[in-house]
């Protein structure tokens, strides 16, 4: 069965679906000695070369993983300061390589999701998935009902309008700090922090603890990871909206 030549090449996890479309109107992709156009389709048995470079073209049976991420690692492969990256600790993969869906920065803990399926994890990464992302944040400062409302409603920032969906209390501490629990609909950078910094207070601690259906396990600890079930696989294309290949 044939099947797009940009969607092969992104659930082998070389990029995304309009970025390898842009690779072949550049003229970089060949199929069986000719130059890709857009609209080609590809089978197991057609010969790929990407930069000259061939590219075995095989139907890869995907994996999943939910990583629970320290605030001292980088979600960067590679890293001129030599920091730890969230790659380090994941299983070593042949002929795929681990995609992250979406970012967390370096001192944000929490949950990140992995696949090999970049088609999938592009769609769970797109704004129009409306997949929303649940955080708990520890707050160093006096924190107003006026603030909370500012945040629930919008407030304009560098890059645009941002707003938390919901805000909700958390436990208590006995010092100046509290916790709250905020939902976001968009991943932007450091989106959370620069809205609770847009009203005077100082974000002491920020951990992903939900990306939309899926939780962070408590006994997934820091640095640990957990494949997810098959039924779990399934409610992820469900969210992102993606019929499954079964591989």
């Known amino acids: 069965m044939s099947e797009k030549l940009q969607k092969v090449l992104a659930n082998m996890g070389m990029g995304s679906r309009r970025g390898l479309e842009v690779w072949i109107t550049e003229g970089r992709i060949r199929v069986n000695g000719k130059v890709a156009k857009l609209g080609d389709r590809v089978e197991e048995d057609d010969h790929i070369m990407v930069d000259g470079k061939p590219i075995r073209y095989e139907q890869p049976k995907h994996r999943y993983l939910i990583y629970n991420k320290p605030s001292n690692e980088i979600c960067s492969r ?55 992302r649940e955080y708990a944040v520890r707050i160093l400062g006096d924190v107003t009902e006026e603030i909370l409302n500012n945040m629930r409603e919008g407030v304009l920032l560098d890059d645009g309008m941002a707003k938390f969906t919901d805000i909700q209390k958390g436990r208590d501490e006995e010092s100046a700090n509290e916790w ?27 951990k992903r603890v939900r990306y939309g259906h899926f939780f962070l396990p408590s006994a ?28």
């Not at 869906?101 to 999938?120: A, H, Q, W």
């Not at 959370?192 to 100082?202: A, C, D, H, I, M």
């Open 180 to 206: 709250y629990y905020v939902v976001l609909m968009d991943g932007r950078n450091r989106e959370v922090r620069r809205l609770w910094e847009s009203q005077g207070l100082t974000v002491s601690r920020l």
């Open 220 to 247: 997934v600890k820091a640095g640990q990871y957990t494949d997810l079930k098959a039924k779990d696989i399934r409610l992820l294309y469900e969210m992102a909206g993606v019929k499954r290949n079964r591989r």
């Open 78 to 132: 590679d890293d001129p300061e030599g920091r730890k990256s969230v790659f380090d600790k994941l299983p070593r993969l042949k002929k795929q390589r681990w995609i992250s869906v979406g970012r967390l920065d370096y001192s944000t803990s929490g949950l990140l999701i992995f696949t090999t399926d970049g088609e999938l994890a592009n769609k769970l990464m797109h704004p129009s998935s409306k997949i929303d």
